[in-house]
């Protein structure tokens, strides 16, 4: 049963899956894409992201563009939204 003071999420996500990427989306904003990792590093950078979203954001693979956020989530192994299982 859920807990009726927690909002609802879709299955595969839990709240904290959706405030880290929350995270990683503020600090990236929306001007930025299509981006590559180093790209997007230099942003999160510029942001004054936090300590975390930078350390995920070097975990990108190099040489990959990215067109959107969700897309990152996705290679940083963060559940999406849209992942069922």
Known sequence: MTDPR?????????????EHRA???EALGK??????KATLVAKAQESNAQDRVLADLNRLPAGTE???VQEVA???GIHTEQQRF
């Open 6 to 18: 927690q909002p609802a999420t879709s299955p595969g996500t839990d709240p904290a899956d959706i």
């Open 23 to 25: 995270a990683i989306a």
């Open 31 to 36: 001007e930025v894409w299509p981006a590559d």
């Open 66 to 68: 990215f067109t959107n």
């Open 74 to 76: 996705e290679a940083l």
